[in-house]
């Protein structure tokens, strides 16, 4: 008997603090995407943190990388240096790759009609800067 009380008042706790952490995150990140939402500060930094900064180039898996994740290519298409990135020049360099990826995410959200806050929109920013856009293609998925 004691085990099912606890495991009930331990059910509930989680449900309880599950909405009230749900409830606020909503109240936070109330924008709802209507096709102008842009990736925020918070989330050039959380793809900041989970890409680090790379200097020179560096072989990651299929391309060779550089400053915060980005590829040569796009280095190369952005008239910035494939050889060394400043930590300015890494920060620009991303901000023009999530420039030209927001439009396919707002594109896929928008047929799907799928419906994010903020942070769900950061958190797939995320996945498309780590994946590329490939991963919106219907051929992909």
Known sequence: M????FSVILVLSLIISTLALTSSADELDSPRFEGTLRTSSRGIEMIQDLE?????????????????GCSTTYAKKYGFSEEFLTKE????????????????????LSTHNIVVNQYQYDALMSLTY???KSWI???SR
């Open 130 to 132: 780590n994946l590329g």
């Open 2 to 5: 004691k085990r099912r009380f």
């Open 89 to 108: 020049e890494s920060h620009q360099l991303m901000l023009f790759v999530l420039d030209e990826m927001e439009p396919f995410l707002d594109t896929f």
């Open 137 to 139: 293609s219907a051929s």
């Open 52 to 68: 680090g900064y790379i200097p020179e180039p560096k072989w990651d898996v299929s391309q060779n990388s550089i400053g915060y």
